[in-house]
């Protein structure tokens, strides 16, 4: 660093490692970035507990089961949060969906292929209403969301009577949801992958997307600029119950049945592995692809624990307490790098610094070199 | 009656009909334990849970009694099963002005000791819907309920032991919690365990959570790590991760029991996925309670020995016989 200071001073380009040591710190900077260390140091901590099971296909399968049915609901409330809710009634919307998917095949004959569909329907539907009773009557999300999922599960639990039900799923539907497919790995991952990258792209890419981090922001700043903040909450809770909805039915397929405490407790998960993923619970701040590590990060502790031979009784402390970990890691590191200064003298949100790391890490392409005197003359800019 | 008849006259009327007030304030006076009122005998069932899975049978049974008997019962229960919460739940029911309250107890008396004397005090007859102590049967004179009904946990975990025992298991066992915190589930596991390792059988307690998905990703690479494992046991009545960590391992000779008959376990006992399940009768826990109540309250009748609704086992042999009640709920 140092040297690439001088070397500035000297009015050439910086190092090369300084370069790179600013293009990993822009790295950490991004939400995303602890949880993705979380996923490396956990991988190392249990390979190193269990170097004959852990590092292996079976692993990896098991862990990307747990992460997506799990992550899928999470990406719904991770884009929640962001902008600037909490959804509490997930778990119910998904057992509640899960009843409604199972009823329509068993009771009414009815295809899985709309029965499916009309379970997230469903599903958005019941996000609706959530959005709805928040914006109308300027209630706390988390209040709102709390009563209904009490309503909810209440439903179910008087629909079902209390009891589990089972359906007969064809095999086809069973496998295109949930099945074995992609060299030993579930279906549910292609979604969960897929449902992430939508995700990322509608955050990232879209209008929607800056409206929600806008919202989640400062909602009355954003209302002022013109962001149909009520219109952009009410969306955000119906992808919300609707993703729940798809894990529902994900499960339906995969186990033949419903119980009236299917998706109890997940809500809760689904915050920790939104939280992991480096989503800020203060809302306007997260990345999709940080759920997903964090439904990774999830699915590697559950996993990880038994392959470890950890203590049976301690599973749910040691549990809470590697999450808690993660979260610390995330916020804490978060908190000093965003303190921290640019190296080599770059400035922050430098156009300069982008062109040097692309340069650095792509030379040639664009015809960017950060050697060049036309580089050099930027960053020196930059520095203006 | 003979007294009335020698009464004659005026004065013999005034008598008789004193006599006969006396008599009526006398009959209401034999039966002060009994309702004294026309007002259906309400009686709260508080439980520990949602009326789901299991507990939705106890629920069922309390609710069947109370039409049988013609009693108004009202289930209620906690949102998480804590002492505090429930003890509040049964506060609920004592500021009801219930005739009745039985209570799905989960923990030791001394939890419950205030509010049942508060219960007392006002008046309501005030029982258990849970197994008494292990090993005890003839009710104790000082027990703080007035009855007890419920399967012996420590027995059922004993008994799952031992049917792995003559079922000739060799290797491990792993006995698995789904409701962590859950005594009568902890009490199972721990029986179970402690009976198989007096036998020299190697068993483990293994905590899970109710997601299904997350118990079958457990419960598989448990049995990776342990490729020994000869049975794993559920002790709550959700099997479904179970049955697919199974399929999944393609440990067909896995041997799988679990407790309580749901439709999945029938289905699995019918097709030989699932060994055998302890029953507990646990219809019976929402319905005898009812009764017993509402006997005490009409007549005064106390409970002398306690009543045990298990355990029972349900294997292949015996599955079908019990299969049209279980899908209507009753097992």
Known sequence: MAQGLDDASAGSGPSRGAIWGEAFRRFMLRPESTALAAVLILFVVFTALSPQLFPTKLTYISIMAVAAELGIASIGVTLLMIGGHFDLSIGAVLGLTSYVAVVLMRDFGISPIIAAPTAVVVGAALGFINGILVVRFRIHSFVVTLGTMLIWRGVLIALTGGFPMTVDIPPLFKDVMAGPLIFGFRMSMVWFLGIGLVGTFLLTRTRFGNWVQAAGQNPQAARNLGVPVDRVTVILFMIASALAAVTGVIQVARFSSVDALRGEGMELQAVAVTVIGGTLLSGGYGSVIGTVLGAITFGMIQVGLVLAGAPGHFFKTLTGAIVVGAVILNTDVARRLARSRPLAGFRRNSAAADAAILGEAMPGRDGVDPTTAESGEAYREDKQ | ?331
């Not at chain 2, 199972?188 to 009976?195: K, L, M």
């Not at chain 2, 000779?253 to 019918?270: E, K, P």
Request: proline share 4%; net charge negative.
């Open chain 2, 1 to 331: 009656m003979a007294m009335l008849d020698s009464v004659t006259g005026a004065g013999g009327r005034r008598m008789k009909l004193l006599m006969l007030a006396g008599a009526a304030a006398g009959m209401m006076a034999a039966s002060a334990p009994a309702q004294a009122q026309d007002d259906p005998i309400s009686i709260y069932f508080v439980g520990c849970a949602a009326p789901t899975g299991f507990h939705g049978y106890l629920a069922r049974g309390s609710a069947e009694a109370g039409e049988n008997l013609g009693v108004n019962v009202t289930y209620i229960y906690p949102d998480q099963l804590t002492i505090p919460n429930q003890v509040q739940k049964i506060e609920e029911a004592i500021a009801a002005q219930a005739d009745g309250i039985a209570i799905c107890v989960f923990t030791e008396d001394a939890a419950y000791t205030d509010v049942v004397a508060r219960a007392k005090e006002a008046g309501i007859a005030i029982g258990s819907a849970a197994a008494p102590p292990p090993g005890t049967q003839v009710r104790d004179p000082n027990d703080i309920f007035l009855f007890r009904t419920g399967s012996d946990e420590g027995a059922a975990g004993k008994l799952t032991a031992q049917r792995l025992i003559a079922m000739g298991v060799k290797g491990r066992v792993v006995v698995a919690n789904q409701q962590p915190g859950d005594a009568s589930c902890q009490l199972r596991a721990t029986a179970q365990i402690d009976e198989l390792k007096a036998n020299g059988i190697e068993a483990e307690f293994l905590e899970l959570t109710m997601d299904p998905g997350q118990q079958a990703e457990s419960l598989f690479n448990y049995l990776r790590l342990h490729p020994d494992t000869a049975a794993a046991t559920s002790t709550c009545d959700v099997i479904d991760g179970f049955l697919a960590a199974k399929e999944q391992s393609g440990r067909d000779d896995l041997i799988l029991t679990g407790y309580d008959i749901v439709a999945q376990s029938l289905a699995a006992i019918r097709d030989g996925r699932q060994a055998f399940t302890i029953d507990q009768q646990q219809f019976w826990r929402g319905y005898m309670p009812v009764v017993l109540l509402t006997h005490n309250i009409k007549y005064g009748l106390q409970q002398g020995n306690y009543f045990l609704t298990g355990p029972t086992i349900v294997d292949k042999d015996s599955v079908e016989k019990v299969a049209a009640m279980v899908e209507k709920g009753y097992r």
